[in-house]
């Protein structure tokens, strides 16, 4: 096993992500994420960037008149508000359906820093595992969906959505993105997404260390174009140092 790999945090992580998806043999697997990524999320943040005022200015008028005075403070929030969870839904989009290809990514940087096989069957396992691994795709969607609901409506209040809601999602958002991402290599090996999140928990700070870095660098124009290949090799790293011998 890579011997780097020991001690790190959650951020270490994350950087290690970037490093590993650099290499030389791993380089050829990251790119149909990669691209995938740029089509949809590069799209979106398009589409984002043309309506995002007009959005901002529809909340902000929300606003009591008696809280005008915090309009400074709050339009920044509400405005990150939105460009976190435009780029976390697209970004979403994007992971389902490149799912398989980040399975398989997964597999390549396991097998890179361990030097072991993680499966014999070569590509078309991967064809025959792609309805399995949609499922699993939507498994987390069930997990996600009804509290990203309930934070939305909380956006929605006047006065308190705009100030404790941005906050609220972005906590939220750092550990769904660890449990993303975290989920590829957990599911390479059959682990229940139950057992996954359990396994998380064990270990919070490493994973909302990496969760905040991955949701930071998702709203970032640019950077969050190459977040998704990046984030899965290091959260490969994460499985293969902190949880990898609990499954053997």
């Not at 595992?129 to 499922?135: E, N």
């Not at 957990?186 to 990496?210: E, I, T, W």
Request: proline share 5%; with cysteine; hydrophobic share 50%.
């Amino acid at each position: 096993m890579d011997k780097q790999l020991k001690q790190r945090s959650g951020f270490g992580y994350f950087f290690y992500g970037l490093e590993i998806a650099m290499m030389p043999k791993i380089r050829r697997f990251v790119l149909l994420p990669l691209l995938t990524n740029i089509i949809l999320v590069g799209g979106a943040l398009y589409y984002l960037f043309a309506h995002l005022n007009g959005w901002i200015d529809q909340l902000m008028g929300q606003l009591p008149g008696f809280l005008s005075w915090l309009s400074y403070l709050i339009w920044p929030l509400i405005a990150i508000t939105i460009l976190a969870t435009f780029s976390y839904f697209f970004s979403t989009l994007a992971n389902f359906i490149a799912a398989p290809f980040n399975g398989l990514l997964a597999e390549k940087v396991e097998e890179k820093l361990t030097g072991q096989k993680v499966n014999d069957d070569g590509f078309m396992s991967v064809i025959k595992d792609i309805p399995r691994v949609l499922s699993r795709e939507w498994r987390k969607l069930i997990y996600v969906v009804p509290k990203a609901l309930g934070l939305f409506i909380l956006l929605l209040i006047p006065a308190l959505g705009q100030t404790l809601g941005p906050i609220l999602w972005f906590v939220f958002t750092a550990w769904i993105l660890a449990i993303q991402y975290c989920d590829y290599p957990f599911d390479n090996h059959k682990v229940h997404f139950n057992d996954m999140r359990h396994n998380l928990k064990q270990k919070q700070s490493k994973a909302y260390g990496f969760g905040v870095l991955v949701s930071i660098f998702t709203t970032v124009p640019i950077l969050n174009l190459i977040v998704m290949p990046v984030a899965v090799c290091g959260a490969t790293a994460m499985w293969v140092n902190e949880f990898r011998d609990q499954h053997r």
